[in-house]
């Protein structure tokens, strides 16, 4: 596919996409899409079969062996509020004090539902600040843990500068101090990207999207639930900390309630298949969590941020390298950040974010919560001509004269 501009915003999703994306959207318009689970004629089957190996693939994927403990969701912001409201209404039934303790720096797809939750009054929270740089301490979440703790939110990655967090420390602390709670983990940044597993993180809640650094189409998410969170995948309200959050069709028309096992309990509603199709089809194209692919695009950040670093008037954030995924978050010196943004694209045709990213927190812990960053994030497809063409148009921008622009 040919390209007129330069595309680095994979953080908020990849583009263009595999080839092999379009193939299998085509083939599943054509002869599979149904509606799965809810007839039993051979165009409905060969729906939920493309279901079900979406199911397989992702729970291979994060290391899980039961499939059915992956809920399939519309997206990871839609698997995220059924992490949080779930908890909290499963601990609200059981008329337990809930409290929960939250990164500052996390997405709106976390902080909002934890603060609507709040404002409620079904929650209390200890929300705990990153650094400068963007990332945040485990023995500061650790810390804030108490004996009525119900949920640890913590990112894999923040997607506003792709810095890392200490998720594996903070899911091995929570064991060691024999704590109840469960530790949600927003992946959203790193499911394709780095290898992610749930035993490996500790994690146990695992959410992630389908568009990012696995390469598929918005309209798929995921929720990974471990056996701390449902215990019994034949009877998913036995024991279980996490309640369904919103009901309706399943496939079974008898029940009144929401079917007691896993995943159709938490998956009401026709599931988009086309969006499975989509997603099987990137991973048969281009392999999830590839080291060489990771190497690459490292190296390129690499350059970018070698590029940034001689430009006078540009002021980088976030960690070290090898810390932080490849994201380049950065101002320009008499620029508002939206401006930057604006004269990349309309003038150097190079795509990129500029603002608070949804992210706000991390913003203002690093001194920038006015207007905050610009965003260039590299991604599968990403050339070393598109980091040059991108360090010109900043060249550009940081060497005009202020009140001449």
């Known amino acids: ?58 729970a291979r994927l994060v290391g899980m062996e039961t499939p059915e403990r992956v809920l399939l969701q519309s997206s990871c912001t839609d698997a995220l509020n059924l992490a949080v409201h779930g908890v909290v209404e499963s601990a609200h039934r059981r008329a337990e004090r809930v409290h929960a303790v939250v ?64 998720v594996a420390e903070v899911g091995e602390g929570l064991r060691a101090m024999g704590s109840e709670a469960l530790l949600l983990v927003d992946a959203a940044q790193t499911a394709g990207v780095l290898p992610v597993s749930m035993a490996g993180l500790g994690a146990d809640l695992l959410a992630f999207g389908s568009h990012k650094g696995l390469l598929g189409v918005t309209g798929l998410g995921a929720l990974v639930a471990s056996e701390r969170v449902i215990p019994d995948v034949r009877c998913g309200d036995e024991g279980a900390r996490m309640a369904p959050v919103r009901q309706g069709g399943t496939g079974d028309s008898r029940l009144r309630a929401m079917p007691r096992e896993l995943a159709r309990r938490f998956e009401a509603g026709s599931p988009n ?19 060489e692919r990771l190497a690459r695009e490292r190296g390129l950040y690499s350059a970018m941020l ?29 620029y508002d950040s939206a401006e930057v943004g604006t004269i990349l694209d309309g003038s150097f045709g190079v795509a990129v974010r500029a603002g608070l990213h949804c992210a ?41 004269i202020p009140g001449t622009r």
């Open 1 to 58: 596919m040919g390209r007129s501009f330069v595309y680095l915003d994979h953080s908020a999703t990849s583009w263009p996409k595999p080839e092999g994306v379009a193939r299998a959207i085509e083939s599943f318009l054509a002869h599979d899409a149904g509606n799965a689970a809810r007839s039993g004629y051979a165009l409905a089957r060969r729906a939920s079969g493309v279901i079900e190996r979406t199911r397989s693939e992702l």
């Open 103 to 166: 990164h500052g720096g996390e997405h709106n797809a976390v902080l909002r539902p934890i603060e609507d939750e709040r404002e409620r009054g079904r929650l209390d929270v200890t929300v705990v600040m990153p650094d400068a740089t963007g990332r945040v301490e485990a023995r500061a979440m650790l810390a804030a843990v108490r004996a009525e703790t119900a949920l640890v939110a913590l990112q894999h990655a923040s997607n506003a500068t792709g810095a890392l967090q200490p």
């Open 273 to 291: 298949g086309l969006a499975c199709a989509a997603l099987l089809g990137a991973m048969e194209s281009e392999t999830p969590a590839c080291p």
């Open 306 to 334: 070698e590029g940034l670093r001689a430009i006078s008037g540009v002021l980088l954030y976030g960690p070290e390298v090898s810390e932080r995924l490849p994201v380049a978050a950065f101002t320009v010196e008499g």
């Open 360 to 400: 706000p927190g991390v913003h203002e812990a690093m001194g920038v919560g006015d207007g905050g960053t610009v965003r260039a994030s590299i991604g599968w497809n990403t050339t070393e001509q598109d980091v040059e063409r991108f360090l010109e148009g900043v060249r550009a921008i940081a060497a005009a």
